[in-house]
Nanobody
């Protein structure tokens, strides 16, 4: 089992910044991909950005140039630096980890609210 704990959400004004953290613990040896998803009220959960163990990243077009995903393998932690936040970024942000064998793990989520 893998446990994921997110932190760093909160209330911020439009144009501001936040950094989310996701700490992984448990049977993390086989995790090869970690990422962030978000779900806004009334909408489906969507990919924000993800990062492979080797450092290759992928991000949604809506956040490119504003959000940066990174990871510290020594700390088993993934970060999401969010700059130039917009009201449409308001959502619950979830950390996700994928095991090479296919298992998917989710954190409980952290709420980001951007006021305009």
């Amino acid at each position: 089992q893998v446990q994921l704990v997110e932190s760093g959400g909160g209330l911020v004004q439009a144009g501001g910044s936040l950094r989310l953290s996701c700490a992984a613990s448990g049977s993390i040896g086989g995790i090869n991909l970690m990422g962030w998803y978000r779900q806004a009220p009334g909408k489906e959960r969507e990919l924000v950005a993800d990062i492979f163990t080797g450092g290759i990243t992928n991000s949604a077009d809506s956040v490119k140039g504003r959000f940066t995903i990174s990871r510290d393998n020594a700390k088993n932690t993934v970060y999401l630096q969010m700059n130039s936040l917009k009201s449409e970024d308001t959502a619950v942000y979830y950390c996700r980890a994928r095991h090479w064998g296919g298992m998917i793990y989710w954190g409980k989520g952290t709420l980001v609210t951007v006021s305009s």
